[in-house]
């Protein structure tokens, strides 16, 4: 049996991979998703260690590094992801054909492409810099026009589809609005990408994502388990988060309580309901729970920052909620997701495997090191320390899915 098993996992020969790559939307979009997990730290993590220590002859970006930071991982690490993902199940969710090359290869090639040459950008090349955003927003259109297109041939008004439709919506204008800032456009324009980035594009689709899936994947797994999806909580999410967004945009700091607030019980409620103490086997599920009390979290730490600013105006914990959401939310869900579409599509078992478990442990790590930055002593170390922690973290599992992306399916099907 161990002959076969060698045989069909055999790397794909040069001249097949464009094929191979191209034979579903996650091969492409995942892959190159996990070259930018690497390049974005890699970047990062230099900048920083050149604020810290000092590298001689390091070229600068022409924007502020934390701009850079937030554009390029929030709107080009992540959403490649998010692409390679919502192009392959939005068809399933919509019983509709699966989707053509010819629909989803365009996408890879622009939002990678333009991430790319964006991120090459940084290094004082301004001109760069702009010619890369513009084709990662060629590549948001082109993906939302063949999503849209996919939801509008559909019956089935579902509302975890028309919920990243809109995020990713919203996403195309916080580029447009940080492409405005780079052709000169008031500050205020690239202020509201950056929050756009987080509140109107990532969270409302990983918790879209969280909210349809990890109710599913518990109710076919755990016994006993009672699937609880309720349709109220999107809509509520949404208009919260909306309104975080534009209190935050406006400097309105001292009302972001009465979103923040509700928000963090909301995000409680859910963590109960879906009763995670039922699926903590396998490990495959449970790391969704996990990596999902990070959401909870997070938005306990806004709202106790919140209350406190409103009352004595001082910001606590400064960005420490913000990367228990990024690092601790978004990072952790990336992990448990992607590595159970990527064993499922790829004809593994459906497990974690040492690899997958040693990521997830590390970027726990790496979120309380960032936490910790916030709260004095050598901030900059404290940073350092954890972009190369991330590093550290994700290093064996981008070179191990990089491997499954780029040999054929371990049972011999297509795709």
């Known amino acids: 049996m161990s002959e076969p098993q060698a045989t069909r996992e055999k790397s794909a020969t040069f001249a097949e991979l464009p094929h191979l790559l191209a034979s579903a939307p996650h091969r492409l979009l995942f892959l190159a998703g996990a070259v930018a997990v690497l390049l974005s730290m890699a970047w990062w993590a230099v900048e920083l260690t050149w604020m810290r220590f000092g590298l001689g002859g390091w070229p600068q970006p022409t924007i502020p590094p934390a701009y850079a930071h937030g554009m390029l991982i929030q709107y080009g690490m992540f959403p490649l992801f998010i692409f390679g993902f919502l192009l392959t199940v939005f068809p399933r969710w919509l019983n509709r054909p699966s989707l053509p090359r010819a629909r989803y290869v365009p996408v890879a090639g622009c939002v990678f492409g333009g991430y790319v040459l964006a991120n090459l950008g940084l290094l004082d090349l301004p001109w760069l810099l702009r010619l890369g955003m513009m084709v990662m927003l060629l590549g948001y259109l082109i993906g939302l026009v063949t999503l849209a297109s996919v939801l509008r041939a559909s019956r089935d008004r579902n509302d975890h589809a028309r919920s990243c439709v809109l995020a990713l919506g919203l996403g195309a204008l916080g580029l447009i609005a940080f492409l405005a800032w780079l052709f000169g456009a008031p500050q205020a324009c690239a202020e509201l990408a950056m929050r756009i980035g987080t509140f109107g594009l990532l969270l409302p689709i990983f918790f879209t994502v969280t909210h349809r899936m990890l109710p599913f994947f518990s109710g076919n797994v755990a016994k006993g388990y009672r699937v609880i999806r309720p349709r109220w909580s999107l809509p509520l999410v949404w208009t919260l988060l909306l309104a975080h967004l534009l209190l935050d945009w406006r400097g309105a700091l001292g009302w972001l309580w009465l979103t923040d607030l509700p928000l963090a019980l909301v995000f409680a409620w859910h963590a109960l309901a879906w009763q995670p103490w039922k699926a903590m086997r396998p490990g495959v599920l449970a ?120 040999t054929p399916r371990a049972d011999g099907q297509p795709g």
């Open 287 to 406: 790391v969704l729970h996990l990596a999902y009390a990070w959401l909870p979290l997070a938005f306990v730490l806004y709202a106790v920052q919140d209350v406190i600013y409103a009352t004595r105006g001082e910001l606590l914990f400064l960005r420490a909620p913000l990367h228990a959401l990024a690092i601790g939310y978004f990072g952790s869900m990336l992990v448990a997701m992607v590595t159970r579409v990527t064993q499922g599509h790829s004809g593994r078992p459906m497990q974690m495997g040492a690899v997958a478990w040693i990521c997830f442990a590390l970027l726990q790590a790496v979120v309380l090191l960032r936490i910790r930055a916030e709260f004095g002593g050598d901030v900059y170390l404290w940073l350092v320390i954890a972009a190369y922690g991330w590093l550290l973290a994700f290093l064996p599992w981008v070179l191990r899915s990089a491997w499954i992306y780029l």
